[in-house]
């Protein structure tokens, strides 16, 4: 007769210490991340538990009703002492050999979680996301209300977790969770200046091109009896007659991203022979008689 597997949930009590407690060589790799080292004792408990892959725990400071989540790395730890990275103490205000109480718990897998950088110093990492998605690589859960520390070019930062999603504590272990962040803690948008129109240091209608071809009223006037104009004192030149100066309309209905380019070809000949025709040819009108002709 089969009987169903149905796994018990584990749960006790252990002293807590930070990782600088640990005996042997320092381990950074438990201080950078968001897992806890049990005893070897804890182990065969959640083996004969059946105790669901991942390990994972809610760490409760019972004295103040705060708790927090994360997995298990090892199973190293002194009988009756755990062993977790000193943010978590942080979170959970613990001091040395204060007691907590462990709980294996089942969270869902994560698919959004905001965070909030606890420093300004954060905007100077080129890609922030980046350097998150490789330090969450040691962590195991994240839990809304924890303040979580980082590690990058020997620089610690902290990080609130504001939101996750789907529940207040999710696991991320082999996860596609999308990740966004708030503006950090004293941070303030930089004010926006309009900018002053400077007045044009040049005229657009000096740029424009002299007129070519006949230009009325250009040339010097002459007495009919021969003799010299009276000089009045003025040598100024006469100012010089350029082409009227139009301003572009843009076109406001231009699709945005759009590039044309006029490929069109014009011959020579055919340019210079409108600008034959729209030469000035003097004497070439029609003449007409103020008097009306009699029937």
């Known amino acids: 007769m089969m009987f169903p597997d149905h796994s018990r949930p584990f749960n006790t009590t252990y002293k807590c210490y930070s990782v600088s407690m640990l005996p042997g060589n320092e381990r950074q790799d438990v201080e950078n991340g968001g897992k806890i080292i049990m005893p070897p004792s804890a182990l065969d408990q959640l083996t004969r538990l059946n105790v669901v892959y991942p390990m994972l725990f809610k760490i409760t400071n ?21 062993y977790m990275p ?8 613990l001091d040395q050999g204060d007691i907590v109480e462990i709980e294996s718990v089942s969270i869902p897998v994560a698919t959004y979680s905001k965070f909030q950088p606890q420093s300004v110093e954060f905007l100077d990492i080129t890609n922030p996301k980046a350097v998150l998605e490789n330090c969450l690589r040691n962590f195991a859960c994240l839990t809304t209300g924890d303040l979580i520390a980082i590690k990058y070019n020997n620089t610690s930062y902290e990080l609130s977790v504001l939101e996750t999603k789907p529940g207040p504590a999710v696991t991320i272990i082999e996860c596609d969770m999308n990740v966004e962040f708030a503006p950090p803690v004293g941070y303030t948008e930089p004010e926006r200046r309009e900018k002053e129109e400077e007045p044009m240091t040049i005229d657009p209608t000096e740029l424009m091109p002299e007129p070519t071809g006949f230009v009325a009223f250009k040339g010097d006037g002459t007495r009919l009896d021969g003799k010299k104009k009276k000089d009045n004192g003025s040598n100024d030149a006469a100012p010089v007659q350029r082409q009227a100066y139009v301003r572009g309309i843009p076109d406001y209905d231009h699709p ?17 022979s409108k600008l034959e025709d729209s030469k000035f040819q003097e004497f070439q009108g029609e003449g007409y008689s103020m008097k009306k002709n009699r029937k």
């Open 256 to 272: 945005y991203g759009l590039l044309r380019f006029d490929r069109s070809v014009r011959k020579a000949d055919q340019i210079e």
């Open 86 to 93: 000193y943010w978590m103490m942080h979170n959970l205000a």
């Open 62 to 82: 019972g004295s103040i009703n705060r708790s927090t989540h994360a997995g298990v790395l090892e199973f190293v730890a002194d009988e009756g002492k755990i």
